[in-house]
């Protein structure tokens, strides 16, 4: 089993890379292998620009999520939707790669609690024909529960114990 | 497998009633065991009101809810949501009945099609732990595609199938 | 100018009916008329029962809804949204009553804060062509910040102070 | 009055891009001022990389924004929501343009008709203190309803008359 991870922040520098990199060490720990797509390394185009429909990083995107049997959404809370980073890697994607995938939602918000950037993400993999489980997590006030590299916060940590558990035991049985 | 059938329309007399009709034909052509809640016979208490939390049409709707394998909603969209009669069907129900329980979505329209209804279902749905299956069915229009008592615009009548074959293969994977 | 106040709980004796008290303590002091719909005491039809059609609660209901400036919709959050309690009254009303009406809206929520009841509000009232303000509250944590019969937490109260400055004056000026 | 067009399309070759074009020429029926950010000239950057926050194109972006009267958003739906284009140019923007600000919605569907991508746009409107007017539209079917130039289809065309028209007048009043 392989977990693709996509990150909603700039490469894994700050907050969003910081949980990404959490998430990675627990999947380490369970011997689940992942791949993480460096959105700094690999630059997508924006959509309609010259040459865009023949992108050697959007090939390399399609062909990661096609190669995964489950995938991680870690994105960060900008004015109550996901980032527009977030979303140019789902605009790239289609039924194709994600029909019947489960995912895993998380989202990091600046200030107070919310679940829209959760919301909205659901809603888009949805419509490419998805299967999100139920378990969420929204991360909030910023760096506040990020402490020592990881989610240090212990509720948030057991949370996100519990999602990837889940994802994992549904992707099996979906398979 | 028995997948129970509730209907956000007034007993089953109207354009719901009609579809949850053609549901169950295709069930019974299946061999699939269902049951239909009817609001109408079993009215269940507004929250709040002298006596409700004793309410025997509550523990009717949790226990039919309960023993059920999986769940479709069928509600009419009011305003651009679910009606008030089938938020109130699932204001009573719990994590309890619908954790992990796959559900499909069924929405008719008086108007031009949207996802709206669909959408907040879903969201009350996963807030309940369920896990709804990606095909979802948004019938538009009132009657114009409801003829002969039933589903008679081909294409939502070929959608509505694949819907209930996912809702079944996946109830019966996670199961 | 007159406001009517709309809640989502039964009546007004729990957390939704001390937060419409609230309200109506700051209108009274700003010397603004208000009128609350007291959903105990005039029992709204299911839709589609029947004589539905005929029904004096509804009658009531539209008529303060016409002859109001503005409303205010209190709702707690059950299962992520609005209560089917504030779903019924919403789904009696209609563009009559409502269109270029101006709507303030305030969430209770029994656990972590979250906007997802204001957003299906707003989305309903959009739907039935109102235009909500900006300003909107959510209170969380059930009780908590509901003391001696008001919003007793500073920075809510003082939101809630903004949003009805903000919809006396976006009324005044929309008028 | 100046109105602002942003458009979620690459630069103006596309549908939005004539939808834009549509909107200019009533604008300027109405002798009604109006700038259009370019975002295929002025490439703004993605949120995190190097320089970022000192970007001119942004600064751009933003006294655009500050010095119009009133904003329309013409977005096409990928996925179920604004592009990550429109979301881009979203996520640039702050309250201290955005505050109070009068805004009118405008989407663009491959296929059938949904409000998913208003809805979301309304939403991240609303976070950042805008005000978005009731009056929206969903332009379905690619370009089956634009031909000449133009929205060829008469309901819908009526209806961007209805949306300037109500986006004038709100802007107006609460000016």
């Known amino acids: 089993m392989v ?4 990150t909603g922040g700039y490469g894994l520098e700050g907050s969003c890379g910081l949980v ?5 060490s627990r999947l380490e720990q369970k011997g689940v292998g992942y791949r993480v ?3 700094d390394n690999t630059i997508l185009p924006i959509i309609g620009e010259p040459d865009c429909w ?3 990083a959007v090939k390399q995107l399609k062909d ?9 959404l870690v994105s960060p809370e900008y004015h109550g939707t996901m980032s527009s980073t977030m979303k140019l890697q789902l605009d790239w994607l289609s039924k194709d790669e994600l029909s019947r995938k489960p995912i895993g939602l998380v989202s990091l918000l600046g200030g107070t609690s919310n679940t829209s950037t959760l919301n909205h993400m659901r809603h888009v993999c949805r ?3 998805a299967i999100c489980i139920p378990e969420q997590i929204a991360i909030p006030e910023g760096r506040t529960h990020l402490e020592d590299g990881k989610i240090s916060n212990p509720d948030l940590s057991n949370r996100l114990d519990t999602l990837i558990d889940s994802l ?4 099996d ?3």
């Open 3 to 6: 977990v693709l991870i996509l």
């Open 64 to 72: 990661l999520a096609s190669s995964s049997s489950a995938i991680i």
């Open 20 to 24: 990404v990199g959490d998430i990675v």
């Open 54 to 56: 023949n992108s050697d």
């Open 127 to 129: 419509w490419l024909g």
């Open 173 to 175: 049985k979906l398979s």
């Open 168 to 171: 994992l035991e549904i992707t």
């Open 37 to 39: 797509f460096r959105n």
